[in-house]
């Protein structure tokens, strides 16, 4: 009965050591293959970056296109899915800005009349290129891009919006000073292109703020829309000539040279 006992341990020992050869653990099972971090990692390549890292890289390169002056420069960010990205563009922009395939992507200012306006751009396999704002791929319940402005944009839709009353006034004082204007600061002569309007002695800033405090507004909930030749103009019809209206009775302008505009805070 021993040499049965002692046999039915080593029987069981056998089974015991051969399931623990055939029933490998779940670490065994995964050896070889990727880990859950290294699977996500994978996909996450395949989709459009956060809205906050896209940000953060504008913001970064807007950085250094002001402190060096430069108005365009290469974007070199390995691990952002351009592509992804602006194909989550609204229809039919997204297809219009891919085109052909990405070569390279740009920050670079945009082709409108106010200067210091950047935006991204693609450059095409064909040299070609367009630009799109990123925010636009993120209109979503996640992201809060089109339920408020950025205040610098607003800033531009409503310096546009009252653009042409600027050249109204450049263009008065030039009759009356016989084709020449002077400037109110140095009472030199200033030829058209040399010659600036601005906005004294209230600032264009006080003007705005003054306008949304009387009606009761945030200026980051202005709507903004598009626009080929400013960058941004005001969505709101209504508040657009309330805006022209406001700035026509209470703007007071005064004519400077280019150089002396360059040491004004305001404008």
């Given at each position: 009965s021993s040499g049965l006992r002692s046999g039915s341990c080593n029987l069981f020992g056998l089974v015991r050591s051969s399931a623990s050869c055939s029933m490998p653990s779940a670490l065994k099972a995964r050896a070889g293959r990727p880990s859950y971090a290294e699977m996500k990692a994978d996909l996450d390549r395949l989709r459009k970056p956060p809205a906050a890292k896209?940000?953060?890289i504008f913001?970064?390169?807007?950085?250094f296109c002001i402190e060096t002056g430069k108005t365009?420069?290469?974007?070199?960010?390995?691990?952002?899915?351009?592509?992804?990205?602006?194909l989550s563009l609204?229809?039919?922009?997204?297809?219009e800005v891919l085109g052909?395939?990405?070569?390279?992507?740009?920050?670079?200012?945009?082709?409108?009349?106010?200067?210091?306006?950047?935006?991204?751009?693609?450059?095409?396999?064909?040299?070609?290129?367009a630009r799109f704002d990123f925010r636009d791929a993120y209109d979503d319940p996640y992201h809060g891009y089109k339920d408020k402005s950025?205040?610098?944009?607003?800033?531009?839709?409503?310096?546009?919006?009252?653009?042409?009353?600027?050249?109204?006034?450049?263009?008065?004082?030039?009759?009356?000073?016989?084709?020449?204007?002077?400037?109110?600061?140095?009472?030199?002569?200033?030829?058209?292109?040399?010659?600036?309007v601005q906005h004294y002695p209230v600032t264009f800033h006080l003007l705005v703020n003054s306008f949304c405090n009387e009606n009761q507004l945030l200026v980051e909930n202005i709507k903004l829309d598009y626009?080929?030749?400013?960058?941004?103009?005001?969505?709101?019809?209504?508040?657009?000539?309330?805006?022209?209206?406001?700035?026509?009775?209470?703007?007071?302008?005064?004519?400077?040279?280019?150089?002396?505009a360059m040491e004004q805070e305001h404008l």
């Open positions: 896209v940000e953060a913001d970064k390169y807007y950085q365009e420069i290469e974007v070199r960010e390995p691990d952002i899915n351009w592509k992804a990205l602006i609204p229809r039919p922009e997204c297809s052909c395939g990405i070569r390279r992507i740009l920050l670079k200012e945009a082709d409108c009349i106010h200067q210091g306006i950047f935006k991204f751009h693609v450059e095409r396999r064909d040299i070609t290129q950025f205040k610098d944009d607003v800033e531009t839709a409503m310096r546009a919006a009252v653009l042409h009353q600027l050249v109204q006034f450049k263009e008065m004082m030039s009759k009356d000073h016989q084709m020449e204007l002077v400037s109110d600061i140095s009472g030199v002569s200033l030829p058209w292109e040399r010659a600036v626009c080929d030749n400013h960058g941004y103009r005001i969505k709101d019809q209504e508040l657009l000539d309330k805006w022209r209206g406001f700035h026509r009775s209470q703007a007071h302008y005064r004519i400077i040279s280019t150089d002396e």
